[in-house]
């Protein structure tokens, strides 16, 4: 273990064998040599400073019907919301007032022109209306690349769409059959084909998912040559086909959960060494303090909500969401005086673009 990590220090180059070895330590002695080990990387390589990217959840309505997530389309518990572009635009300037780096435009998914137009304009509002200063960053699931196109003309520069897992047959397990993981596969090919900083992510924790998945994960966000990366837990939704047959999450279970997460984000740090990598919410859906130790950790983007508190309640993807209550200014103060507590500044009116996208 310590070999691997005085390797580490110096050297991405990691095999598979390693890094599940390092994603399997469990005692706490060396855990934290391997979260301090990450950190350090991420000093060298991206330095101390923590990117705020605005999170606008502007529509639960979604055409797909994933087993483990609350707004999926089979669920009849939600009731759906679609904010109008002028809601979506007023958020996305409060983002940059408030001086963020970028604005995250997050929604189910839906294919139909309408929406896609609506995307498109409100985008082009923005970046109109920033003169390209602030960050656009999309997380709208599968499009065409035409699409994907059309939305990076009106001016977005990076999207997010994430992979889930890489072992096809948990893939199968966890969608229905008319999803498909080669057609995400093709979507990460297509953007960045069409130009956009990709940032992609899994899920860990899943029931079934081994130590080797995860290593295989991040093999695999490696080989793509990533540039940006969002991966959180997984944390049963009680409303979902995989949340009945898992009950909620004992305390013991979620200091587990929120354990491999960290380890997943320090060990995707050694590996890939200068991408962007958030610290999700879902950390915190299992401890206050999970997103600054995610932080502490290797990850270097946080992303603040910036929805409209009407509209937070009905974005649960999974329970005990964070921040439900709360509105864009609670929780900038909040997270400013988190990232303060540890030490790191914040990259405020700086976009920070991955690096990693930078040097290509
Ligand atoms: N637990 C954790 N993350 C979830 N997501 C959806 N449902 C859950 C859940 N139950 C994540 C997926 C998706 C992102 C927007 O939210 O990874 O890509
Ligand atoms: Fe939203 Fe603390 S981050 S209230």
């Keep these: 273990m310590e070999e691997i990590l005085e390797k580490a220090r110096k050297t991405g180059d990691l095999s598979r064998a390693e890094i599940t070895a390092l994603l399997s330590v469990s005692d706490q002695k060396h855990m934290q ?9 991420k000093a060298e390589e991206v330095g101390r400073v ?20 609350g707004i999926r389309r089979s669920n009849q518990n939600v009731e759906r919301f679609l904010m109008d572009e002028e809601e979506i635009f ?52 599968e499009q065409t690349e035409e699409v994907y196109k059309r939305w990076k003309e009106a001016g977005a520069h ?43 992510g899994v899920m860990m924790g899943m ?41 909620a999450y004992t ?5 587990v959960a929120l ?27 299992l401890e206050y303090t999970g997103r600054e130790q995610g932080l502490k950790c290797g990850a270097n983007v946080i992303m603040p909500n910036l929805t409209e508190t009407e509209f937070r309640p009905k974005y649960q993807l999974y329970d005990n969401k964070p921040c439900t209550d709360e509105n864009s200014s609670m929780c900038r103060g909040c997270l400013s005086g988190r990232i303060k507590g540890i030490g790191e500044t914040i990259g405020f009116n700086e976009r920070g673009d991955s690096l990693h996208y930078r040097k290509r």
């Design 33 to 41: 040599m391997l979260f301090d080990t990450a950190y350090a990387v």
């Design 50 to 69: 923590a990117y705020f990217r605005g999170l606008i959840e502007c529509s639960n309505i979604c055409i797909k019907d994933c087993f483990y997530c």
């Design 90 to 141: 007023k958020e996305a300037m409060w983002a940059y007032e408030a001086e963020y780096g970028s604005c995250v435009i997050q929604s189910g998914e839906r294919q139909d022109e309408e929406y896609i137009a609506m995307i498109e304009r409100v985008v082009k509002r923005i970046a109109e209306a920033t003169g390209g200063s602030l960050g656009i960053t999309l997380s709208l699931g």
């Design 158 to 200: 990076r999207y997010l769409l994430r992979i889930e897992t890489t072992n096809p047959e948990l893939y199968a397990k966890i969608h229905p059959e008319d999803h498909s993981m080669d057609v995400r596969k093709e979507c990460l090919k297509a953007l960045r084909r069409t130009g956009y900083q990709v940032g992609t």
């Design 207 to 247: 029931p079934g998912q081994t130590m080797e998945d995860l290593a295989d994960d991040i093999l695999f966000l490696k080989e793509i040559d990533i540039d940006m990366i969002g991966m959180g837990p997984y944390i049963p939704h009680s409303d979902t086909p995989m949340g009945k047959e898992i009950p």
């Design 251 to 255: 305390d013991e279970e979620k200091k």
């Design 259 to 285: 354990q491999l997460g960290l380890k997943m984000i320090a060990v995707t740090r050694l590996v890939l060494r200068d991408v962007n990598i958030a610290a999700a919410t879902a950390l915190q859906a």
